[in-house]
C-alpha cells in the first residue's frame, strides 16, 4: 500500500530527527570569582541557588496595615502595567504552541461540486440536459525536524515563555512595591500633617501671648512680629503638605487602576510605622526569587536555543507529501475504488552559496548569546549590590531612630521649658522661636526616620524578589 509507505518513510526519518546541531545550554556564571557564601552587611543571611519558581507570598502584610492589604489586592487585579504584562505573557505561550505545531504534519481537505450545461447538440450527445462532476482530496505535507531547527525554535520559545512569566513576576512585585512607597508617603504626609496642625494651634497661642504682653508694655513689637511670621510658615508648610498628600493620592488611583479625580483615601493622622523585624536566621534568599535574574537567564537560554536555528540552515530541508484524489459524475460513485488517485512525494533543498549570509546568522546568534550572558551577569551583580546596600540601610537606620527619639524627646522638654521661662519674663522670644522650630523639626525627623525604615524594608523585600517569611 502506498500510505504504508509514506508512514514506513516517515517513522525512518523521525528517528534519523533525533540529530540536533545546537549547543547544549548551560548556565552561565554570575562571576568568575566564587560567590560569596553570605551577605557582609548581615550575619546569617546566606545565598542560595536559583529558584524563582517560589511563591513569594503576601509580603505587604509584614507591614500590618489591613488598608494596604486592600489596595494591593485591587492593584493585583486593575493595575494597567500587570494586565499588559499578563498580555505578553499569554502571547509567549501562544508563540509556543505556534512553534511546537511545526512538528506535526499539516492535513488538507477540500472538496467541489461543478454543474455543466451547454447547446442542445452537447446536451444530446451526453445524453443529459445537464452535467455534474464531484471531486475531493486529502493532502498531507510534512517537514522532519533532522537537523533540530524546530525543536530548538520550541526550545527558544519556551524560554521565553518563562521569561515572560518571570517579567509578569517582576512587573507584579514592582507594581506592589510601588503601591506600598507611596501609602507609606501618604500616612507620612497625614502624621506630618497633623503634627504641623498642632504646631499651627501652638503658635498661635504664641502670638496672642505675645499680643497680650506687647499690649501690656511687657514686651517688645519684635516679639509679635516674630510670631507672626513663624505662625504664617507654619501655615504655609501645611499648604504645602496638603499639595504633597493629593501627589500620593493620586499616584495610588493610577496604581489600583482608578482615574485621580474620583479616588479619595480618607486621612489616618492616628497612623504609626510598623517596621517588620529583618530575621537573623537564613532566608530563601537573592538568587532564589528575583524575577529580573529569572528572565534574564531564560534569555540566555533562548538565545543558545537561536545558535541551534542559523546552525541548520547549513544542512538539507527534506519534505514529504501525500495526496489522495477521486473524482466521480454521482455522489455514489466518488468513494468507489475505480475513481481514487493518490501521489506520494519526497522533495529536499539545499542552499549552495549565499556569499556567507548563514555564517553571518550564526556569528550574530553566537554575539546575541554572548550579549544575554553578558546582561544575566549585570543583573545577577546588581542584585547583589542591591540587597547588600539595603541590608546596610535597615542597620543604620534603625540606630539613627533610635538617637532621633532620643533628640525628639529632649526636643519636645526643652520647648515647654522655654515657653514657661518666657511668660516668666526670663528669656527673649528669639528663644521660644527657637526652641519651637528645634521641637517640629526633631518631630518631623522622627517620623520621617520610621517610615524610612519601612521604606527600606519594601526595598530589601523587592531586592530578594519577596519576603523572608518561610510561607514567603
Known sequence: MPFKSFILAGASLILLSACTVGPAYEKPQVSAAALPASYKALDGWKIAAPGDLIDRGDWWTLLGDPQLDALVARVNVSNQTIAAAEANYRQARALTREQRAALFPIVDLSGSATKLGGSASLNASSGSGNAARYQASIGASWEPDLWGRIRNGVTGAK???????????????????????????????????????????GYQRSLRITQNRYAAAIAPRSDVLQATTQLAGAQAEFESLRQTRAAYENAIATLVGEPASGFRLAADPAWSARVPEIPAGVPSALLERRPDIAAAERRVAAANADIGVARAAFFPTIGLTAAGNTSASSLGNLFSASANTWSLGLSAAQTLFDAGARKARVEQARASHDASVADYRQTALAAFEDVENQLTAAQVLERRHALLKTSSDAADQTEQMILNQYKAGQVAYTDVVSAQASALSARRALLGAAVARQATAVALIQALGGGWTPAA
Open 159 to 201: 524560554a521565553g515563555e518563562q521569561a515572560s512569566a518571570a517579567d509578569l513576576a517582576g512587573a507584579r512585585l514592582s507594581m506592589q512595591g510601588e503601591l506600598a512607597v507611596n501609602y507609606l508617603g501618604l500616612r507620612q504626609t497625614d502624621v506630618e500633617l497633623a503634627l504641623v496642625g498642632k504646631t499651627v494651634e
